[in-house]
């Protein structure tokens, strides 16, 4: 992108950001369900797993922010679908601006609500009892991974969004999303799972991205899922901006 399409992009973030300061209840609303999910499984069904930690909220602290990222980027979806609708985009065409810079400045807006919103869950899960003693490298490698799943799940709802074709359509998707932290290492030991159930929460992407998060801010040997969670998140990536740049390209431009 050329200094001019960062000048672009720049302008039409904060346009974005602007219109979600003017409607906080978006970020409200995409905090509602993970703490509600946090509240639940400590205080309700806290006491009777078995997870292999002494204090439940460390455990499942790693899956309750994946899910605040799946909910969170659902909005983007639908932003992108209201945008489309509205022609504004054709507006944006008449202009002389970079192209892709009208994509990048949903993606980055959605950055900034998603790490928001991570922030007060973190901040939940403090109040909670939640500690750590791990050091500033491990927290910048657990934000660094968070960043990197949260920009591959947003340019997979950008693709969402172009292509939609009702605003109930553009939020879907991002049901499965939440719920497949359900199904893997994030709220229970895989080795509880009954055998095909077991397979699948073992070699889906949230369990080694989970495992990687957990092992870092419990000061745990890393092992090899840090790599795997990273393959995962930078793979989806480059596939989903790679689909989400065509799709936009076959509509748009």
């Known amino acids: 992108m050329t200094t001019h399409g960062f000048d672009n992009t720049a302008v039409l973030t904060g346009r974005s950001l602007r219109h979600i300061t003017r409607s906080p209840d978006t970020i409200i609303t995409t905090l509602l369900m993970p703490i509600a999910f946090m509240l639940l499984f400590v205080y309700v069904f806290g006491g009777a797993i078995s997870a292999g930690s002494d204090h439940y909220v460390e455990y499942l602290l790693p899956g309750i922010l994946l899910i605040t990222i799946a909910s969170s980027i659902s909005y983007t979806a639908f932003r992108l679908f209201l945008d489309m609708k509205s022609g504004i985009f054709e507006r944006f065409q008449s202009m002389p601006i970079a192209r892709s810079s009208v994509l990048w400045a949903q993606v980055l807006t959605s950055l900034v609500a998603t790490l928001i919103s991570l922030a007060v869950v973190v901040f939940v899960a403090i109040v909670m009892g939640f500690?750590?003693?791990?050091?500033?490298?491990?927290?910048?490698?657990?934000?660094?991974?968070?960043?990197?799943?949260?920009?591959?799940?947003t340019w997979l709802a950008v693709v969402v969004g172009l292509s939609a074709r009702s605003a109930d359509g553009a939020t879907a998707f991002s049901y499965p999303l939440i719920f497949l932290p359900f199904i893997s290492s994030a709220f229970v030991l895989t080795g509880t799972m009954p055998g095909p159930m077991r397979a699948f929460a073992e070699h889906q992407p949230v369990t080694p991205i989970v495992n990687a998060i957990r092992d870092l801010y419990t000061r745990q040997p890393v092992s090899t899922d840090i790599w795997i969670a990273l393959a995962w998140c930078v793979g989806l990536l480059v596939a989903a901006y790679a689909v989400a740049m065509a799709t936009y390209h076959r509509k748009i431009v």
Do not use: E, N, Q, Y
Not at 131 to 153: D, N, P, Q
């Open 131 to 153: 500690r750590s003693s791990a050091g500033a490298s491990a927290w910048l490698a657990i934000a660094g991974i968070l960043v990197v799943f949260t920009l591959a799940l």
